[in-house]
């Protein structure tokens, strides 16, 4: 079994930055692509960024982003810490949630649908004050 921990979530004020970041732990990892989740407060749980495996490497050319978070966040692997990240910039209150990372064993669904995903960490909050 693939367990992540998140961590790296705070609080912080309107245009701050934080990077957040999900180890795999247990196991060496191997996933066909990962994913960062959110969900606010009375908001459904989100698709925020994700990233696939390519060339033997997390690949920076084959990433998803919300529109809400395009321009602003960045989705990175790294395979050798069995670690990756999202780097928040200019955050706003609306990015307030808590937000899980998730891995994706089989390519049979596109890793930019939420339905790919099929382990989950417990989750990190970010609060964003105004």
């Known amino acids: 079994q693939v367990h992540l921990v998140e961590s790296g979530g705070g609080l912080v004020q309107a245009g701050d930055s934080l990077r957040l970041s999900c180890a795999a732990a247990?196991?060496?990892?191997?996933?066909?692509?990962m994913g960062w989740f959110r969900q606010a407060p009375g908001k459904e749980r989100e698709l925020v960024a994700a990233?696939?495996?390519?060339?033997?490497?997390?690949?920076?050319?084959?990433?998803y982003y919300a529109d809400s978070v395009r321009g602003r966040f960045t989705i990175s692997g790294d395979s050798a810490k069995n670690t990756v990240y999202l780097q928040m910039n200019s955050l706003k209150p609306d990015d307030t949630a808590v937000y899980y990372c998730a891995a994706a064993a089989s390519t049979r669904i596109s890793y930019s649908s939420g339905g790919a995903y099929d382990y989950w960490g417990q989750g990190t909050q970010v609060t964003v004050s105004s």
């Open positions: 247990g196991r060496t990892f191997s996933s066909y692509a």
């Open positions: 990233i696939r495996w390519s060339g033997g490497r997390w690949s920076g050319g084959s990433t």
